[in-house]
């Protein structure tokens, strides 16, 4: 699905946010707050678009999605931006090996996004940071409203006009519809072994700004690796987040 989409995505992607897209994109690089000759890592990176805007700041960029057809769009975009084709959930980087890990917009995208948010922690340095730029829930009953009567009626005519795949952008409905609230995510971070999680809504709501850093003490960073190898209680909902190193 996401091939088909790759060559018109970044433009229906900013009619549909009005816009905002761009606004999105530099909150979230300025909550990374990357210092020139950092490596960050941009998972579920699409054509790097957002890759892109971090590279901007000087750091080395690594640009992982899951799509080779976003790959291929984005290698051809983008030449200075190293794109490597890999999953969230088994990322092909040795452990520690970045300054900083962010995700726009396709957490939600990925089967098992708490293995994932795992991965994100195993292959960010000690003291790193995570941003994570995600769809959410507006609070005020006012705007969740108006949003629902967007996706509803709005998103439909617009995708019709500029997307060749419109059932594409039907799941991307049916995505953010089900993708949990804020202080859920909050809670996978901290269950990745992340701590100092926080976040705060973007334009009502509708977006959020997760962040949250890789714990650098030594006993603590112990305690979450005994905790993530412990199999799930057959009594909780949540995953058991293995460690993986392929390297």
């Given at each position: 699905?996401?091939?088909?989409?790759?060559?018109?995505?970044?433009?229906?992607?900013?009619?549909?946010?009005?816009?905002?897209?761009?606004?999105?994109?530099?909150?979230?690089?300025?909550a990374l707050?990357?210092?020139?000759?950092?490596?960050?890592?941009?998972?579920?990176?699409?054509?790097?678009?957002?890759?892109?805007?971090?590279?901007?700041t000087g750091a080395e960029v690594v640009a992982v999605d899951f799509s080779p057809g976003m790959v291929k769009e984005g290698r051809r975009r983008h030449s200075d931006i190293d794109f490597v084709e890999g999953d969230a959930e088994a990322l092909p980087f040795p452990a520690a090996s970045f300054d900083a890990v962010t995700v726009s917009f396709g957490l939600?995208?990925?089967?098992?996004p708490q293995v994932a948010l795992?991965?994100?922690?195993?292959?960010?340095?000690?003291?790193?940071?995570?941003?994570?730029?995600?769809?959410?829930?507006p609070p005020a009953p006012l705007i969740r409203a108006g949003y629902q009567g967007y996706m509803k009626y709005v998103m439909p005519a617009v995708t019709a006009l500029s997307s060749s795949h419109r059932e594409a952008y039907r799941?991307?409905?049916?995505?953010?519809s089900d993708w949990p609230e804020q202080p859920v995510?909050?809670?996978?971070?901290?269950?990745?072994g992340?701590?100092?999680?926080?976040?705060?809504?973007?334009?009502?709501?509708?977006v959020a700004l997760h962040r949250a850093k890789s714990p650098e003490d030594s006993k603590v960073r112990e305690s979450v690796g005994k905790r993530r190898e412990r199999p799930a209680s057959p009594s909780t909902t949540s995953t058991s987040i293995p460690l993986q190193d392929p390297s």
């Open positions: 699905m996401f091939d088909q989409v790759a060559s018109g995505y970044d433009r229906t992607n900013a009619l549909l946010s009005g816009g905002n897209s761009l606004l999105w994109r530099l909150a979230t690089v300025k707050n990357l210092q020139p000759g950092e490596r960050v890592l941009d998972v579920a990176a699409g054509t790097g678009t957002s890759s892109k805007a971090l590279l901007k939600r995208n990925v089967s098992n795992g991965e994100m922690y195993r292959v960010v340095k000690p003291g790193g940071r995570l941003v994570i730029c995600e769809f959410s829930h799941y991307l409905m049916e995505s953010i995510l909050s809670q996978w971070m901290r269950a990745a992340f701590t100092r999680v926080a976040y705060r809504n973007l334009t009502g709501g509708i």
